[in-house]
Each structure stands twice: as structure tokens, then as C-alpha cells.
């Protein structure tokens, strides 16, 4: 296994893996396609994959269908009942997708698994059964502590072998400080965009581009990052709008099972609309505009 950096083969197909699973922004399902023509002058870049280390007390899962559509980025990792190797954030890369896992960087031949069954077990936390491309059995285990928060994830199969990967710890400072600044998902409850009014909004992580990626990436404090709600305008990352109407609609999205209801702000710019996302307990699951999606601390 490569300690250091992804080859080019595994890097390719974590690249075919993200366009697979990615979804389509609510505003792009709306729009009307145009047609374009191409030119052979235009090169077209990949965009630029880069990952952070996933950290053990970052996310909390009070339910298995929580993880659906995750991604972990270890510190560390076991084989068997090997040293643990210390890694660099983005040499493996685990995402849990509604069918299927991916592991990336342990093997480049057996690294997408097909998901047979998942459920919970109380004493450890969520186990996924899986099966490879050769109908072998997999097993992947994802181990909570008493808060439900990730402790580590445990991988076997007869195709790779057993592994353990490990979510690297922060100080208790460092958590004291993001629990201060950053707003959680259950600080508060929203039916509509009257209890959003006269309340300011940290978000702990963002997408910057869903074209490119939907890999989120923390917001530095540095970043001053907020939405601020009034009755007549709203305050995001990409500026300050007037508000022409906001409506909530009950609202499923395709992919992210925890969505129920969506509130639609309609903008006076031409950014037209801010999305807001509501989860089956009516906390912001995420917030989108002009393509870029902004995740609070769960």
C-alpha cells in the first residue's frame, strides 16, 4: 500500500468514483439545458482533488442512515495485527455510497464493494455487509463511541485482507474552540423562514463547486464565513441580497435520505435563490447557493 500519495490509477478512479455518485445542484435539475458547441482549442482541466483528515470527534451518526454518502479520511492505518502506519490526509479514502463502498489506496484492484445489508449493533456501532466483484463476502465495521461519534472504522475481506483505519484526534482546546465558534445542527429547529429571522449561522464546512467535487472541506475561522437572516435580506459568503420570497415545500432529495423539507428564498440578484435543506428533524442538513454548499457541525 502506498504510504505517501495516491498513483495515478487509484487517483483516476477516486475521479470516476466522485462523477459516478455525484448528484446535480437543486438549481441545475431546474435550469433548461443550452446547447454548446465544442472547439478542439479547449482543453479541459480535471478539477484538482484534495482531501483533510476526517477527525474522530468531527461528525456524530445517532443514525446508520446518517452516513449515507460520507467520506473518511484517515490518519492511520492497521493491517492485520501489523504496526499502525501513520498517513498522509487523502492516501485512503473510504466512501460510504446508498449501494456500494468504496475503499481507496489500500488495493487498486479490489476497491469498490457492493452493499449486501447494513444495520446497527448496539455495542459497537454500524456494520456493513458487504460483497465483492467475485460475490466473496466484506465486512465493514464503523465503530461509535457512547456519543456516536466515530472511533474507527474496521475493513475485512478475503480479496485484501483485515484493516483498521483510524481517525486522527484533536486537542481538547481545538474542540472547545470549533464548538464555541461553529453553529451545530441542533442548536435549532426551522419549520420556515420566519425562525431563520434575526439568527447567525457559522457553517463548519463547505463544497465549494458541486460541478467539481462533492467533497466538503472545513471552513478556517479566518474565513469569516456566516448567513445572517433579516426580514428583507440575507447575509451569506457571497454577499448581502434583498429578499423577493421565501417558501418551504415538503421536499425529498435524491441521494440524501435525511432530507424532508426544503425552504427556497428567492433572491432580488442574479443569484436568484438560496436553498435550505431541512432534515426529518427540521435542522439546516445543508444550505446552497450559486452552486456551493455550506454543512453546519453535527
Known sequence: MNKRVLSPIVHLFFLAVLISVGLPTFAQEQAVEEATEASDSIVVEEPKISFEYTYDREQRYSVIHELNGEIFVPGGVQEGNGKVQYIEAGDVVIKLNKGSVNIVGISEEWNSFELVQKRQDVKLGYVYELMDQKARPAVLKIVLDEDKF??????????????????????????????????????????????????????????????????????????????????????????????????TFAYRLPGHDTVRFMIEVELKDKIKYLYIFLDYKSEIYFMEIDNARFFLRN
Open 150 to 247: 466515530v472511533q474507527l472504522l474496521y475493513f475485512q475481506s478475503k480479496a485484501i485482507g483485515e484493516y483498521t483505519f483510524y481517525l486522527p484526534q484533536r486537542t481538547a482546546e481545538e474542540e472547545s474552540e470549533d464548538e464555541a465558534y461553529y453553529t451545530f445542527m441542533g442548536e435549532y429547529f426551522y419549520r420556515d423562514y420566519s425562525n431563520l429571522v434575526d439568527k447567525k449561522i457559522v457553517p463548519y464546512k463547505m463544497i465549494k463547486n458541486v460541478d467539481q467535487t462533492n467533497i466538503p472541506e472545513r471552513i478556517p475561522k479566518s474565513k469569516n464565513y456566516f448567513f445572517e437572516f433579516k426580514d428583507d435580506q440575507v447575509t451569506t459568503p457571497l454577499g448581502t441580497f434583498p429578499i423577493k420570497r421565501a417558501k
